[in-house]
């Protein structure tokens, strides 16, 4: 019953979500300003270090919808596109003790992958091991992130931005159909054929 419910609210979220995203007349007045806070913000990087091309994700260790974004990414990262995610722990108790694991790793990246290979869908739980000790600064640096997230209007994650080639910003709240990444990205469409993925095509 506790699933259900919980299901219905995800559904629910994500529907309105993704409703917040479409609406080009609900694109922050001050969006400019977020993007420079976006760019500043410590991030795990996945992707070429050179890369021409950046996507920033707000994400929840936690986060099953995040968990698909990374999914629908991974191939886009191959192909050259560089993704900054930027952690925010609200879903669960241990999303703070998550979002310190990775962001705490001596490999981010390494740690984020790992996350996200084990996650289990049937808990909405991240795979890796939260740490018990939080930095004071790194419980600061979440919630600043929280509020950058819900500065965009973006109640939960995931929350993706990125610039144009004009240099415009641009976001997204929800996973992003599979036929949006090529212009989110700025690369050429590629190959998902992830079952998980097939509600987003």
């Given at each position: 019953?506790?699933?259900?419910?919980?299901?219905?609210?995800?559904?629910?979220?994500?529907?309105?979500?993704?409703?917040?995203?479409?609406?080009?007349?609900?694109?922050?007045?001050?969006?400019?300003?977020?993007?420079?806070?976006?760019?500043?913000?410590?991030?795990?990087?996945?992707?070429?270090?050179?890369?021409?091309?950046?996507?920033?994700?707000?994400?929840?260790?936690?986060?099953?919808?995040?968990?698909?974004?990374?999914?629908?990414l991974q191939p886009y990262?191959?192909?050259?596109?560089?993704?900054?995610?930027?952690?925010?722990?609200?879903?669960?108790?241990?999303?703070?003790?998550?979002?310190?694991?990775?962001?705490?790793?001596?490999?981010?990246?390494?740690?984020?992958?790992?996350?996200?290979?084990?996650?289990?869908?049937?808990k909405y739980d991240g795979?890796?091991?939260?740490?018990?000790?939080?930095?004071?600064?790194?419980?600061?640096?979440?919630?600043?992130?929280?509020?950058?997230?819900?500065?965009?209007?973006?109640?939960?994650?995931?929350?993706?931005?990125?610039?144009?080639?004009?240099?415009?910003?641009?976001?997204?709240?929800?996973?992003?159909?599979?036929?949006?990444?090529?212009?989110?990205?700025?690369?050429?469409?590629?190959?998902?054929?992830?079952?998980?993925?097939?509600?987003?095509?």
């Amino acid at each position: 019953m506790k699933r259900a419910l919980w299901l219905v609210v995800a559904l629910a979220f994500f529907a309105s979500a993704s409703a917040v995203a479409t609406d080009r007349n609900r694109q922050p007045a001050d969006a400019v300003a977020l993007f420079a806070k976006v760019q500043s913000a410590d991030a795990v990087v996945e992707g070429p270090a050179s890369a021409r091309h950046v996507l920033y994700v707000f994400f929840d260790a936690n986060c099953f919808y995040c968990h698909l974004t990374w999914k629908a990414l991974q191939p886009y990262e191959a192909a050259g596109l560089q993704v900054r995610w930027i952690p925010v722990a609200y879903q669960q108790p241990s999303s703070v003790g998550r979002a310190a694991a990775i962001m705490q790793a001596p490999d981010r990246a390494a740690a984020l992958r790992l996350n996200e290979t084990g996650y289990d869908a049937s808990k909405y739980d991240g795979a890796i091991t939260p740490s018990a000790d939080v930095a004071p600064a790194l419980a600061a640096q979440l919630e600043a992130n929280t509020a950058l997230m819900r500065a965009f209007g973006a109640p939960g994650t995931p929350l993706v931005v990125w610039k144009s080639p004009d240099g415009a910003p641009h976001y997204k709240i929800g996973v992003p159909r599979l036929s949006e990444l090529p212009a989110m990205t700025g690369l050429a469409r590629q190959t998902i054929d992830d079952p998980d993925l097939k509600a987003f095509r």
